[in-house]
RNA sequence: GGCGCGGUAGCCAAGUGGUAAGGCCGAGGUCUGCAAAACCUCUAUGCGUCGGUUCAAUUCCGACCCGCGCCUCCA
């Protein structure tokens, strides 16, 4: 069965398959920007991206699936990061690429097949290359500081992706960008290609494209070079949140297809925003939640994971602590459901509709609600094969009991003291015992042979 | 102002031209000395408002109201 999925391009939902029958289907996903931590609204695109890539390797093979996202570690952001902290752009860029690391293993994402920098030395020569193509086809042009800018009237297809020619542009925008820009650009669309060096970027400055300054290359250069370095100029599937849509990705297909004459992406797919409470994260409203936020507050990545899946992806989610309790209560329901299953044995699987929803347009609320269907059916019809397999489509991993710590030496001492009050049948006691540990946040869990201590439920 | 998305039970959230998946919470029950867990049952005559098309609309069309996002370097 093919997947579907919606092309922003054509505003329809199209099979996804490799350009060559067979072939490797290529997928690029646009990375983050490591100049801190990610928040979970990007965790939302990386999660999301993430089920689109098992689903792309469970319909293609492992083997046929070359997944590529990058990391843009300079641009405006990284560099100003590194002046303010006083530190080189690549400690600054190192200590929040391990970190995006760490979390992206924490949510159980794969980690793409390359992950190409753009401050790497090879990938600046491809993007110094590609700008240098664009110089000679007339497609760009120089100013008088030695930057580049790339001429969006000399592509006439520019503004398919976003429609761009049917918007216009609000009147305080347009102020901005003038003011900003109005010295060096020749039309106020156009956009930079190199950024010839100024003082601010300090010692983060490359040699520029042929009759070009010094300095750095411009944030969308940069998906143009390495998608072609690593995927060839034609890739089968570009993927990244809405905001990118324009105007990231409409100037990438402008650079890189004016520069190979080919088409650059074959579909394209972009997953909404993330709201908190209603309204887009920012730090001024500070609904703005990291990984470690989250964890502080007592939730699983796993849990985060999962809210993050119970919404359709192309629909702006609303995300809350209580979606978040509703995640670990339905991982809870699902880890127990687990216990429950005969190892193997079942031939037929039970669990098609979870995959046929993901394969709808990668409906992951829909798979979640086949899922729990299937789980409250409880015909016998599962066992943990088959169930593992559709955990293992959706990232889900059960973890053992997450939540379980180990409680302090009094709290310990308080429990041993009322599991022999109990044995003793000394009822009056064990619940006053009881009691006491509930003042102390602890909760005891007696079974027939002992017992265990949680933190208690707030 | 332009472009786009959405308004479904207390919360989150699928979906369909023929009468509403699922999760969470809540309520009742079984079982446990109690508690927890587990299991069972229940919870929208209704899908923003008003019109229209239709045998039939939450689902199509129109208008309106409300919310959200984007509009040059934000996933």
Redesign the pocket.
Known sequence: MAIKLYDSLTRELRELHPAQPAGVFTFYN????VYAP??I??F???VVNDVLRRLLELEFGAANVKHVRNL?DV???TIKRARDEGRSLTEVTKRWTDKFHADCAALNCLPPHEEPRAADPKHLREQVNMIECLLDKGNAYRTADGSVYFKVSSFPGYGRL???K?????PG??L??LAADADEKED??D??LW?AWKPDDGPNKWPGPKGAAEGRP??HIECSAMSKSILGATIDLHS?????????HE?EIAQSECCNGTTFARHWYH?????VD????SKSLGNLYTLDDLATKGFSPMAVRY?LL???P?????F?L??L???E??L??LR??RA?LPDAGVTHDVFAPVLA?LQ??L?T??A??????I??R?DGQADTASFDRILLALGLVLAPNPRRISAPAEIQAIADR?WAA?LAKD??T??AL?KELAAGGW?????KDGFSLEPAKK
């Open positions: 646009c990375g983050p920007t990610a928040h609204g990007n939302r695109t990386f843009t641009d405006d952001k976003s429609r761009v049917e918007r216009e542009l609000q925008a347009a901005k960008t106020g669309s956009f930079a950024k411009g944030w990244g949140g809405v905001d990118l849509l324009f105007p990231h100037n997953s909404e925003h993330l709201l209603g309204k887009k994260m809210a119970s919404g359709h192309r629909k702006q989610l609303n809350t209580d979606s309790h509703a995640a209560s339905a809870h329901t127990a459901y429950t929803a709808e347009d409906n609320p829909a979640l609600g086949a899922l729990f269907t789980v409250n409880k009322r109990k009822f009056a064990a619940d009881r909760s005891m869990l007696d079974r």
